[in-house]
């Protein structure tokens, strides 16, 4: 089984602060991904990556960067976290073969900015 | 990229088949529909994907009609456990890959 994990269920910051999100899967995916979710807004895409070292924009990466060292890791980097980053994170690998993305998603993250 | 529209609720019985369906009248030819599923504080979970055929796999049908620009998730026999939120996506890359409010189907007993 495809396992995704990241490396905190519940996490709580200080405005400003540095934070850094991690996920890593074990199935030797090329691509990953970061999502947040937020109640009535479903999952927005942060950032993806479909290579080490490789990254892509989503549809809000303001406020937040990202980071591909080994194929297996994502980290997701919240640079001067904000009370409106509280939000749950949620990562996700994926293989492309033949053009499709079948995604499996690690448990989440539930960040709490104060 | 494919806008989807999925109705935000829906009821089943238990033991009946429960059809979701989703709009996608702007799915390009490339893009696939996705369907994905969120129980309750847990990450999203793949369910079926499709180009133009019809696909059944252990988990559900789906049926996507002819103009592509609608399709229907089928839980043949819907049980207390597949009460969860349903998500419909049409994506053709991973940049599209976007998930929209999905529709919250409750199994009742």
């Known amino acids: 089984d495809v396992k995704v994990t990241q490396s905190s269920r519940y996490l709580v910051k200080r405005t400003g602060e540095k934070v850094f999100l991690e996920c890593v899967q074990d199935?030797?995916?090329?691509?990953m991904f970061w999502y947040r979710q937020d109640p009535g807004l479903g999952l927005r895409l942060i950032y993806f990556?479909?290579?080490?070292?490789?990254?892509e924009k989503g549809d809000i990466p303001e406020g937040y960067s990202v980071s591909r060292e080994k194929k297996e890791r994502f980290s997701l980097i919240l640079e001067s976290a904000s009370t409106n980053q509280t939000s749950m994170y949620l990562c996700?690998?994926?293989?492309?073969?033949?053009?499709?993305?079948?995604?499996?998603f690690g448990p989440g993250t539930r960040l709490t900015v104060t | 990229d494919a806008k989807t529209t999925q109705p935000p609720s829906m009821d089943c019985a238990e033991g009946r088949a429960a059809n979701l369906p989703c709009n996608h009248s702007?799915?390009?030819?490339?893009?696939?529909v996705y369907w994905y599923r969120q129980i309750h504080s847990q990450g999203p979970q793949y369910i079926i994907h499709?180009?133009?055929n019809n696909e059944t796999n252990e988990m559900a049908s789906l049926i996507i009609t002819e103009d592509r620009k609608s399709s229907t998730l089928i839980l043949p026999h819907a049980t207390l456990r597949d009460t969860a939120v349903y998500y419909c996506?049409?994506?053709?890359?991973?940049?599209?890959?976007?998930f929209g409010s999905g529709t919250q189907l409750t199994v009742l007993p």
């Open positions: 996700a690998s994926a293989s492309s073969v033949a053009g499709v993305y079948e995604q499996y």
């Open positions: 199935m030797d995916h090329e691509n």
């Open positions: 990556s479909y290579d080490v070292k490789m990254k």
């Open positions: 702007t799915i390009s030819g490339n893009e696939y």
């Open positions: 499709g180009l133009k």
């Open positions: 996506i049409g994506a053709g890359s991973a940049r599209q890959l976007t």
